[in-house]
């Protein structure tokens, strides 16, 4: 069946632009998580959605990030007024439930370049 | 604080040359330990999960066991296609659901 999805592929912006990104989890998957991986650093997590609760956003950076998530399905990471540290590629991940050790599966990511 | 370590960082084979990738991990309690191998420019792909001391997954030439603060990723001959990053991420207890803590991976290099 079709994995999780993320739109753009990759996003080359100017530092103080907005960015949105895209993330389409699998079908029938109830709970998403966004990553961040920048270059030499590992896997960091920023927040994650579980049906209709409140979102888990202890993993976001700065306020300049901030996601929702509609319908329970697609969610959007909106970056307001992007720096240069903020290139990464973002990751978006889908597991079944989210009742903890559940295995998530990632989408291929975007790579995001902030000149 | 939860922390994941995985050695070496880098590793070099030859095509059949077996060996061993580590994660060593320190949390206050274990839901889950993830494998996951991440090819140049994708996002990382599912491999194993494991909740407790003694199990062990197999898939074809890869098998994963896990100890109480440690879990290894054996290669059985590998080949050339085998060459990627492994990633090894924990689930502590007490964390968010959503949660997971991730190793800085293993850059794994099978020569012909």
């Known amino acids: 069946g079709a994995g999780v999805s993320q739109s753009p592929s990759n996003k080359v912006t100017e530092k103080g632009k907005d960015v949105e990104l895209r993330c389409d989890p699998i079908s029938g998957h109830t709970a998403l998580y966004w990553y961040r991986q920048s270059l030499g650093q590992g896997l960091e997590f920023l927040i994650y959605?579980?049906?209709?609760?409140?979102?888990?956003k202890s993993g976001l950076p700065s306020d300049r990030f901030s996601a929702e998530r509609t319908g329970g399905s697609v969610s959007t990471l909106t970056i307001q007024r992007t720096q240069q540290e903020d290139s990464a590629v973002y990751l978006c991940?889908?597991?079944?439930?989210?009742?903890?050790?559940?295995?998530?599966?990632f989408g291929p990511g975007t790579r995001l370049l902030v000149l | 604080e939860d922390q994941v370590t995985q050695s070496p960082e880098a590793l070099r084979l030859q095509e059949g040359e077996s060996s061993s990738l580590n994660c060593s991990y320190t949390?206050?309690?274990?839901?889950?330990l993830f494998w996951y191998r991440q090819d140049p420019g994708k996002g990382p792909e599912f491999l194993f999960t494991l909740y407790s001391a003694g199990e062990e997954k197999e898939k074809e030439r890869l098998k994963a066991t896990l100890t109480k603060k440690e879990s290894f990723l054996h290669i059985t001959a590998p080949k050339p296609e085998d060459s990627a990053t492994y990633l090894c991420a924990v689930h502590p207890r007490g964390t968010s659901y959503g949660k997971l803590t991730f190793g800085q991976g293993t850059i794994l290099t099978v020569h012909p």
């Open positions: 959605f579980q049906g209709n609760s409140a979102p888990d």
């Open positions: 991940a889908s597991s079944l439930a989210g009742g903890g050790g559940e295995t998530q599966y």
């Open positions: 949390v206050s309690g274990l839901r889950g």
